[in-house]
């Protein structure tokens, strides 16, 4: 089983027509200012230091960051230029990168026996996915984590699509700074389809891979474009941190 060939092709043409430059890509915010400096991911290591794999890591400017909290840190991707963008941008090799297809059960196994139990570092990846490939990202993040990791799951809220709209629209129309127009223009053109996925949706989702949600909350994913007025577009999320079912639960909600 793989993903639709529309789906690859939209992200395998994104990338390709990029340079892979930190800031490019509407989403590819310094992770300082975003979900992923958040406390609950950031305490994973200190529970228990496993490897983190960095899922839909694109041009691996989070895996990077990453590394640095993380014994071990590996981005996978679906597409190959993402992959090589990602190796470029990083020649001391803080992380180890490579080309995964999350749909791809026996692929995503493979990784798993050869690096154990992991940790899962999940940014706006399900949203993304058409609906008939959630439950196997799900289950792919479950496969992953084992019997002892954890992951961290961050998705954009429905609210979410409001806020892509104004700001596209104000963009296009005004040219806003920071380059924000043309960056929706190339996230369009390549027909990637920004969505939006529910709490409850995600958290069905993680649960019917047989994780249990330990801590949950909502937070905001910071892009790398602004509104016309100059404040930074912030998208409505939802995070989650997710471990095999019987694992004891936090409460950070």
């Known amino acids: 089983m793989s993903v639709t060939e529309r789906y690859l092709n939209a992200w395998e043409g994104y ?4 340079s892979g430059a ?14 992923e400096a958040h406390p609950a991911l950031l305490a994973l290591p200190g529970e228990l230091p496993l490897p983190v794999v960095d899922l ?9 960051w990453l590394a640095g909290h993380f014994p071990r840190a590996i981005g ?11 190796r470029r941008a990083d020649p001391e090799g ?9 749909v791809d059960t026996a692929a995503v196994r493979a990784l798993h026996e050869r690096l154990g139990d992991s940790h899962v570092h999940l940014r706006a990846v399900i949203h993304q996915s058409d609906p008939e490939d959630r439950p196997a990202v799900a289950a792919a993040v479950a496969e ?15 609210a979410a699509k409001d806020v892509i709209a104004e700001a596209s629209g104000a963009s296009g129309a005004s040219g806003a700074s920071g380059g ?30 047989g994780l249990a949600v ?11 474009g602004f509104h016309p007025d100059g404040r930074r577009i912030m998208l409505p999320a939802h995070w989650f941190v997710a471990g095999r079912a019987g694992a004891p639960a936090r409460g950070d909600g």
């Open 180 to 209: 924000t127009a043309e960056k929706f223009r190339r996230v369009f053109e390549h027909d990637l389809r920004p969505a939006a996925a529910s709490g409850g949706e995600v958290a069905g989702l993680l649960r019917g891979a």
């Open 144 to 158: 992953l984590v084992g019997a002892r990791g954890r992951a961290f799951v961050a998705e954009l809220e429905p």
């Open 76 to 86: 996978v991707d679906l597409s190959r230029a993402a992959v090589e963008h990602a």
């Open 15 to 18: 990338w390709g027509a990029s």
């Open 56 to 64: 839909g890591c694109g041009n691996g400017t989070r895996t990077r």
């Open 94 to 102: 803080l992380a180890s990168y490579e080309r995964l297809d999350l």
């Open 22 to 35: 930190p800031g490019e890509a509407i989403w590819d915010s310094d992770p300082e200012a975003a979900a």
């Open 214 to 224: 330990l801590a949950e909350g909502r937070t905001e994913l910071a892009m790398t």
